[in-house]
């Protein structure tokens, strides 16, 4: 099967088919002299007689005409080296790139007949009339229009001149000026023939045998656009950012999001997934190159060109898709419907069970659980410190098999939620006094659980409890109690004593030890940049993790305030994803510490605290002695049994006694009947020790395994100054 061809027959069928955003669809039929149109190839070619009749008839032709025809092609080809800038310039100045993109968008509405891609198209002609107009009113300010109203003022001035003074310089300037257009006419020929080449080269490739056929390519550009994918290549030259509130479409959204990219540079693939939220606009962005850490460095940049408020843009990394970001414009709170905190009843959960503390910018649930977990909480001043810790100890305290500690050297720790706490210590001397307590604890269930067939790991249970520990403005302690934090986290973990411990900084200069980055829960709210870095590593800010860019509450204002970015929350993925910590009503956290306390709070199992007797104390809390014996420094810190650390924090005593009647208590419950007898309030070691039946040294064993050592008694017993036991110091011990 073959086809005549005319020989200049150019198709240009782009408008035929429409224009797609992203992949425009161009398809060109050029004439070549080479013969028939070949069916079973689909390659289209002009038959060769044609040409040679063309050729033979204008060599055949008279001097005359062709000296006419030769005039005719300088002046055509001068002219069209005139018209061509002209109608460039005039059509840059007017937006003729969109207006042909407009023309081409009507064109399709005609001939379509779904009414959501009709709504679609008509979406894009308004944003496109938008365009055109602000470019017009920027185009009609440059430079170059300006030079072109001159030069036509120039062009007026040689024809007056024309007129005026004689033809004779006025016609040199014509000549030059004719000559200047024939050679910017010529080339343009020769461009419109390599164009048109071009253009036939693509098409015979297109055509070509295992190529895309013509409809191939229309229904990959229709799938594309039903997909939401735009690319920088819908975009017109030039294209300029302006405010996201323009967009009222996805289209719009996507447009003005591919403008602001593109201008600062992000090597931008495409963006899809464009949504409206009730917040503001999100959509999915790939980069070609690099990472999306591009955008992020841009983010200040971005907001500017959208017109929004500081923190407005959020990008975060996608770790299923490494060339990925969501980029979220926020325009409004983006947690304003977020459910409010489940209730808890008392003793209704496991310390192992996660419960919902916090909701993601998308909406998905955080879920949190303490057992074997350390962590720590940093925000600075107005980030919400407090209501994170509430948020984690209000499940914690409705656990049937965990006791909450509630320590805070500074300020008022779990504040309404401290009564169902069964320890609160706020002096330097009860937390230093908790620490300590809760190191020898853990040492001590390191050599029972075995005994009791726990195996590696403590097996919290209501028997058996976990006791988790909250240390609120950690920076604070004293540095005894900062050593104890320390040793206590090295081996709580284990033996189900969880620390979490909260600081308005996360580096050395707040912390005193770089452990912030060694603990496996992370939850930072409102900080600085170093301390972003500082918790969660260098350059995590070009991987998202962005709590730096969270803005702390003010008296009037919350702003941020509870915002927070979290890593190493067990059965939580470690994404650089935003949250919002739940908060409670107010009044609401006070009445359920009191349901809480009233149901009745836990005490440690007396397995432990009897396998603490046999712990040696860390050397740093011993007393120092010198070599005749004599007291050469007390001990910084005595280890108390738990009655006596309940007295020390002032809490309610236990329900019955449990701390295990030991020899070294009995030894001093005799002491003290021996000084009740004698009515006395004070001992000598020596004699004390006679009437118990006992030497001094197996006294002194005795009692310092209760925290006692001999002190000084002043003048007593026909002495100056001996040594001895106090009454007070032999009650308090016990």
């Known amino acids: 099967m073959s086809t005549e061809v005319q020989p200049t027959t150019v198709l240009d069928v782009t408008r035929v088919l429409g224009r797609r955003p992203g992949a425009p669809f161009r398809a060109a039929v050029q004439a070549t002299p080479a013969g028939a149109t070949d069916a079973s190839i689909g390659t289209i070619r002009q038959t060769a007689p044609a040409v040679e009749q063309a050729a033979d008839a204008t060599f055949r032709a ?39 993109q407009i023309r081409l968008n009507e064109l399709l509405i005609t001939n379509e007949n779904d009414p959501e891609r009709k709504k679609v198209l008509l979406d894009e002609i308004a944003q496109l009339r938008a365009a055109r107009a602000a470019a017009t009113h920027d185009r009609h300010r440059e430079k170059k229009t300006i030079a072109g109203l001159a030069g036509g003022v120039f062009v007026m001035t040689l024809l007056i001149l024309a007129f005026v003074i004689g033809p004779v310089a006025p016609a040199a300037a014509a000549g030059a000026g004719l000559g200047g257009a024939y050679l910017a006419g010529r080339k343009e020929v020769q461009q419109r023939a390599k164009a048109a080449e071009l253009a036939a080269a693509k098409n015979a490739a297109a055509l070509e045998p295992g190529g895309p056929s013509k409809e191939e390519v229309e229904a990959a550009v229709t799938a594309a656009q039903e997909a939401g994918v735009y690319s920088p290549a819908m975009l017109p030259r030039g294209a300029k950012p302006y405010p996201i509130s323009r967009a009222t479409t996805e289209a719009e959204a996507a447009d003005c999001i591919l403008r602001a990219l593109v201008k600062e540079g992000v ?82 959960i496991s310390i192992r069970d996660r419960r919902r503390i916090g909701s993601s910018i998308d909406g998905e649930e955080l879920l949190a659980t303490l057992a074997g977990v350390m ?46 706490a069964r320890l609160q210590g706020r002096t330097h001397e009860q937390i230093e006094h908790v ?44 540095r005894l109690a900062k050593k104890l934090a320390w040793d206590l986290l090295l081996v709580g973990r284990k033996e189900a004593v969880p620390v979490v411990f909260a600081s ?16 496996a829960m992370k939850i930072v709210g409102p900080c600085k940049k170093v301390d972003t870095a500082a918790v969660f590593g260098d350059g995590s800010a070009a991987e998202g993790w962005l709590p730096h860019r969270l803005a702390p509450a003010t008296d009037t204002d919350p702003r941020d305030a509870g915002h927070v970015y979290a890593q190493g929350i067990p059965g939580t993925q470690d994404a650089p994803v935003e949250y919002k910590i739940h908060e409670h009503a107010k009044g609401m956290l006070a009445k359920l510490a009191d349901e809480r306390r ?9 397995d432990s605290l009897q396998a603490m007797a046999d712990v040696d104390l860390p050397d740093y809390v011993l007393p120092e002695f010198d070599v005749e014996g004599n007291l050469k420094k007390e001990a910084p810190v005595d280890l108390l049994t738990w009655e006596q650390l309940l007295r ?11 701390t295990p009647d030991t020899p070294a208590r009995q030894a001093a ?21 006679e009437a118990l039946g006992l030497g001094p040294d197996t006294l002194r064993g005795l009692l310092r395994e209760l925290g006692l050592e001999p002190v000084q008694l002043g003048a007593f017993d026909g002495r100056s100054n001996p040594r001895g036991y106090r009454l007070e110091d032999l009650e308090r011990a016990i």
């Open 62 to 100: 008279p001097a005359w005409r062709r000296a006419a025809a030769g005039t005719w092609r300088v002046v055509k080809t001068a002219g069209v080296g005139t018209v061509t800038p002209v109608r460039r310039a005039w059509g840059y100045q007017q937006g003729g790139e969109f207006t042909q």
């Open 267 to 348: 090597p931008v693939g495409d963006i899809s997934e464009v949504e409206r939220k009730p917040w503001g606009w999100q959509c999915v962005v790939r980069v070609t190159e690099g990472t999306p850490g591009a955008i992020i460095k841009v983010t200040d940049n971005l907001e500017t060109l959208f017109d929004t408020a500081h923190g407005s843009v959020r990008p975060q990394p996608m770790i299923e898709r490494r060339a990925c970001a969501k980029l979220r414009i926020i325009e409004s709170d983006p947690f304003a419907s977020a459910p409010p905190p489940e209730y808890l009843a008392p003793k209704s």
């Open 375 to 420: 962590g720590e909480v940093v925000a600075a001043s107005g980030g919400g410190k407090t209501g994170i810790l509430q948020a984690l100890a209000e499940i914690t305290t409705a656990c049937r098999d965990a006791i909450t500690i509630d320590l805070d050297p500074a300020g008022d720790g779990l504040e309404d939620l401290g009564p169902a």
């Open 435 to 478: 620490l300590l307590w809760l190191l020898i604890l853990c040492k001590a269930r390191a050599r029972l659980r075995k005994t009791l067939g726990m195996g590696r790991k403590w097996a919290a249970s209501a028997e058996h409890p976990s006791i988790v520990v909250f240390i609120d403005e950690y920076p604070k302690l004293s």
């Open 504 to 519: 308005q900084g996360g580096t050395t200069a707040y912390l005193g030890e770089n452990i912030a980055q060694m603990l």
């Open 598 to 606: 009233d149901a009745g709070l836990l005490d440690p199992d007396p």
């Open 648 to 658: 020390l924090c002032e809490a309610d005593p236990p329900a019955e006694a449990i």
């Open 669 to 689: 419950r005799k002491a003290i009947a021996v000084l009740d007898e004698k009515g006395v309030d004070r001992a000598r070691t020596e004699p004390l020790a």
